[in-house]
């Protein structure tokens, strides 16, 4: 299965994942509109987290095994058997927060729409940017990735080993000892 990906070297935390996140769930997909309009409705389900020196986009993993799923008591939290998707059924969502306690990545979260029964919250998080159908395109946070720091790909990459230091020839080491 594919899955989302953040490279944490090269996330320069423009935060343009989230802005196309919460754009791509408006119901207007336009940013614009989604920002001063449905601020109330329209939610990002990724998250950057760091500073300048260092930052990463925080999404769900979509786990083979995901405690949230587990954990659901109404039953809301699924995963998909075909495309390995976990989702949310918001209509079967009691706002009891499991969920969000048992994700170990911190990647589900709730949030009380406007109107709501009891002020309870749903919970919301990645769903690839499918339509609910099965369908799925590059999720919006990818595409909208301006460093290539998001990949969606189907197996993590590994990291890069560091490069080694090359050993020092006589003439190096001798002129470091008299500059010393």
Request: hydrophobic fraction near 30%; proline fraction near 6%; aromatic fraction near 4%.
């Amino acid at each position: 299965m594919k899955r989302i990906y953040c490279l944490e070297d090269w996330c320069v935390n423009c935060r343009r994942c989230e802005v196309a996140c919460k754009t791509a769930h408006s119901v207007s997909h336009d940013t614009v509109k989604a920002y001063l309009l449905e601020g109330q409705t329209a939610f990002s389900r990724i998250h950057v987290e760091g500073g300048a020196e260092l930052s990463i986009s925080v999404n769900c993993r979509h786990c083979d095994n995901p405690r949230c799923v587990e954990g659901c008591i109404s039953g809301a939290m699924q995963k998909d058997p075909e495309t390995g998707v976990v989702f949310c059924d918001q209509s079967r969502c009691v706002g009891c927060g499991t969920c969000v306690a048992m994700c170990p990545y911190g990647c589900v979260e709730l949030h009380v729409l406007p109107g709501a029964p009891g002020k309870k919250g749903v919970a919301f998080k990645c769903d690839m940017c499918g339509d609910g159908k099965g369908s799925f395109g590059d999720p919006a946070c990818v595409a909208a990735c301006p460093s290539g720091a998001l990949i969606y790909v189907d197996e993590e990459p590994k990291p890069e080993p560091e490069p080694l230091e090359e050993e020092a020839t006589e003439e190096e080491t001798a002129e470091k000892e008299v500059l010393a």
